[in-house]
């Protein structure tokens, strides 16, 4: 999970309880990067993966369009829009600089969203013993995944908190729930599937597996133990907020992702956004400023649609009432 929620004591505590613990380095720098891994590495001797988006080349649109942006922004009225400015070149972090501290650090599994990575770094992953997944919203995603040569899917349902991971947004999306597209894929394809999108307990793991899944890849049902970075206010909302609808949302970053619906999605639902990750870029100053002012109605609560069965504890306790969930579940 991208965005400073997956601290390597987080990742770390995962790993040393059983799971596989999971960085999201979408924006992140190489330094970063390898200070993370190496933080992690220095805490446990588990498996961690290293995810990465795969962005595609995009383009600024019109002025005209830009300044219909910046205004729909500033019509917020609040201090965290005073700065606001367009992002210039480049858009995106350069994912071949970015891998390179993933081949001398080598975490077990190495995994993208948006797509495929280019053909070389599976082949090189690959030459270092590291896994490859990807994630799938569709059948066709996933056969296309199959065909690079990835070790497993994950198979992202509609459900999910956080950004979809489909490939092109050219392409209608089938809104598949986890079950429904875990079932599709394990029937017609041969790696493996990890079914990913509203698991927030055992019996929710041991029904992703009762539809061919061999893993559940959870997001959200990690955002309030101890060790994740979520912020105080976010936490606060995923804990105490649970009347609130999650909301598939393009405003924060230019491509839709599931949170909590707050101020700032419902004011800028209708509104025009400049393409990812541009759109992500131009907001980063309103949603560091949120976070400052502990001003949840600004900052992206991305949470997947099971969110209010979220438990505040320790990473190991949470992966323990897992584990002890399944056993009753047997
Ligand atoms: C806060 C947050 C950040 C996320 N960031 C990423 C990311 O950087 N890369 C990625 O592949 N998926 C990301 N996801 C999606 C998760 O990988 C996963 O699909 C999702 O969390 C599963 O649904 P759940 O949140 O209901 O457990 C994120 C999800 C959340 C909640």
């Known amino acids: 999970m991208a965005g400073g929620i997956t601290t390597p004591q987080l990742v770390a ?10 960085f999201g380095f979408a924006y992140s720098t190489p330094e970063k990067i390898h200070a993370d891994l190496v933080a992690a590495q220095s805490l446990t001797s588990g498996p961690i993966n290293a995810n990465f988006f ?9 002025e005209q369009t830009q300044t219909e942006v910046i205004r729909a922004l500033r019509s917020l009225g609040v201090d965290g829009v005073r700065s606001l400015s367009i992002p210039a070149e480049p858009f995106y972090p350069d994912l071949m600089k970015q891998l390179e501290p ?3 650090a080598r975490p077990a599994i190495l995994s993208f969203h948006f797509g495929l990575p280019p053909d070389e770094v599976i082949a090189k992953a690959h030459a270092l013993g590291i896994i490859v997944g990807i994630s799938a919203t569709s059948l066709a995603e996933a056969l ?34 986890t079950l429904e597209l875990t079932a599709q ?5 041969r790696i493996p599937i990890v079914a990913a999108g509203g698991i927030m307990n055992g019996a929710h793991i041991q029904n992703a597996l009762a539809k061919g899944a061999q893993a559940a890849q959870m997001g959200t049902a990690f955002l309030c133990c101890d060790e994740s970075g979520t912020t105080p206010s976010y936490r606060h909302y995923l804990l105490h907020k649970q009347d609130r609808p999650t909301t598939l949302t393009k405003a924060f970053s230019g491509r839709l992702a599931r949170g909590l619906e707050n101020t700032f999605t419902l004011t800028m639902q209708d509104q025009t956004t400049l393409p990812f990750p541009i759109q992500n870029t131009l907001t980063g ?18 949470a997947g649609t099971a969110y ?6 320790t990473t190991k306790d949470l992966m323990q009432q897992l584990r002890n969930e399944i056993k009753v579940q047997r």
Not at 54 to 62: C, G, M, Q
Not at 149 to 172: C, P, S, T, Y
Request: charged fraction near 15%; aromatic fraction near 8%; charge should be neutral.
């Open 102 to 104: 993933i081949w001398s």
């Open 308 to 313: 209010a069965q979220v438990r505040s504890m």
């Open 185 to 189: 894929l394990a029937k017609h394809c």
């Open 13 to 22: 505590a995962v790993a040393n309880h059983g799971g596989v613990g999971s």
């Open 54 to 62: 795969v962005f595609s080349p995009v383009r600024l649109p019109s």
């Open 144 to 177: 296309a995944i199959e065909s690079a040569h990835a070790n497993f899917i994950v198979a992202q349902g509609i459900e999910a908190g956080g950004h979809r991971g489909q490939f092109d947004l050219q392409v209608k999306d089938e809104t598949l729930s």
């Open 285 to 302: 100053p309103l949603r560091h400023w949120a976070v400052a002012q502990n001003n949840a109605e600004y900052q992206s609560l991305w």
